[in-house]
């Protein structure tokens, strides 16, 4: 406080004017109690004079040959910064803002006791440059680091759009979504994301904001610890934008608190600026609405849904959540939805899950399958095309990035395997080909694999005419998927030898009850519901006790039974003493429908026509799961496969290779004779050109 003497030459009045230098405070006097004062340090007692002007407060700037005065009081620590102040001094406040800089260094006078914010941290962790993984919310990111770790990193000094409690409960019938239902928080997430998502962008750490408690009593920390800084790219301060666009406003301190940005002042400009053009938040128009609808799990909608998004081809998307290496959450901008999206031709190692029956452990590779997904598409526009969607109403499909299949990427990074459902698919050579190179190089999940012998598969593919080399099968199981399981006539003998003999020695000593503890993978002895017999199996999955899944290796089902109906399996009875019986095959030359009505009637049929009977088998050509074979009636010799077709209850597969082409077009002459005839499937006409999708079947390009 300075008190300044003005003479008038034509008046004997004097004036004794007070007023406050601008953009500082001077150490003061603090009255006391007893009415005494106390100087703080370096305060010092002006001269006794009162002010004419008593309800005046005038900001000034002193002016002395030897400088700025406020520049001065600032540089020598006799004086800090008023943020409230700043906004008024014109002779530029980034150099009042460099002089009280250089006294906290020097630690003079006021500041001799000063830590500054990062102190204690190494210059490598106060400044770096990192990759934008994440958007969290409008002032939050996370980066990647170039050691690989990941951090948070949160928008120093600035506050993201919020909604006052009242507001936020107005319908609790509604689920509150903060990025859709908070008031421009929509759109300060998309101005970031599509700013800086997967970019690389300079960090400059301001100060780390410790934890803080809900309550004085209790230990459950309201915030966590916070890593705060300035974030740019290409020269711009991402928080400064955000706040000059109205979508976040700036946090106000107490005058002793340093934890704030280190453009502090460029960020109260910008906000100023944003009141001033009524931007955002500090608009006067009615705020944005934004009614997305989330139809993940929502079977019907669904449904009604899915025939838009497989016309559409091709739809624009942002991937909003990666829940694991193949299951995704999509935004659709067009239609103003979520959706719960699953990868297409895959088979991705599945992470730990919460179930009934306990935690679900992980599979190897889940986890580094999950952040190849997210480091390749979080929060990026994608293109993706639906081709189905299961039971539960998530939608089934390939995601594009860039040019990139998602699916292909993980097949070639040893992070997935091919499913036999992308057979049909015009991926399906390059998801081959890319795991083909993945289990060559025995990376990741194929690390243990051991080649299998496939030479009978092998010797069919080299052959220059089909072979037809027809064995004896006995057909146990078909499968809702339209494959089967059979077991060779020549080994049918021993079979029932083993399962005598190991059922005599059960029967002689049953074993105990309950004593028998599942694992996945293991093989064991199941008391089958059916017939009450026992059987081989291999344990699947174990749900809970009350509640494991079986595959009986000698007949191709499954059942979910109690551990107490499972048993060690005798030694004598194991499959080194005998080989599994069942072997997994599917059709050749035919396209398995998608649609369930249309899968369920074939499926009908062959389990009427030949499970428990034995037909004749000859295997046409490999596949990724299981060989593609043809069947025979054993009596008539007749194709089963062919007599499908003919009844117009399946579409044709047609393969490629010349050695098949004589199988190929007798199938297709068949095909031919059943949409004359209008048979089932065709009984409409041909509905390829325009329908396939919707009668189930997806066209081979």
Known sequence: LFFMKFTEEDRSTKWHITFYISSLQCPTFKREADGTESP???????????SRLPNQVILGTVLHPNGNITELLLKEGFARCVDWSMAVYTQGAEKLRAGEKSAKERKVRIWKDYVAPTANMDQKDRQFVAKVMQVVNADAVVVKLNSGE??????????????????????????????????????????????????????TVDYIR????????????????????????????IAEALVSKGFATVIRYRQDDDQRSSHYDELLAAEARAIKNGKGLHSKKEVPIHRVADISGETQKAKQFLPFLQRAGRSEAV??????????????PKETCLITFLLAGIECPRGSRNMPGGMQVAEPFSDEAMAFTKELVLQREVEVEVESMDKAGNFIGWLHIEGVNLSVALVENALSKVHFTAERSSYYKTLVSGEEASRLRKDKIWANYEEKKVEEVVHVMEEKERTA?????????????????TQDVETGTQLENLMETMRAEIAAQPPVEGSYAARRGDYCIANF?????????RVEKVQSPAKVHVFYIDYGNREIVPSTRLAVIPPA????????????????YIQVPQDEDARADVVDSLVRDIQNTQCLLNVEHSGVTCPHVTLQFAESKDDVGLSLVKEGMVMVDVRKEKHLQKMVTEYLNGQESAKTARLNIWRYGDFRDDDADEFGYKLKK
């Open 573 to 588: 009875f194991s499959t080194r003493a005998l080989a599994a019986q069942a072997t997994e095959y599917t059709f050749a």
């Open 150 to 203: 990941y951090k948070t990193i949160h928008l120093s000094s600035i506050r993201p759009p919020r909604i006052e409690g009242e507001e936020k409960n107005k319908d609790k019938d509604k689920r509150f979504r903060p990025i859709y239902d908070i008031p421009y928080m929509f759109e300060a997430r998309e101005f970031m994301r599509k700013k800086i998502i997967g970019k690389k962008v300079n960090v």
């Open 529 to 537: 519901s059916a017939d009450g017999e026992w059987y081989r199996a």
């Open 210 to 237: 410790a934890a803080t408690s809900s309550s004085e009593t209790s230990t459950i920390p309201a915030f966590a610890e916070r890593t705060c800084a300035t974030v740019t790219i290409g020269g711009i301060n």
């Open 469 to 485: 080399n027809y064995r004896a099968v006995y057909v146990t199981e078909i499968t809702d998927t339209m494959h089967f399981y």
């Open 319 to 332: 991937v909003e959540y990666v829940f694991s290496g193949s299951r995704l959450k999509l935004y659709m």
């Open 40 to 50: 703080e340090p370096f305060a010092a007692r002006p001269s006794s004079s009162r």
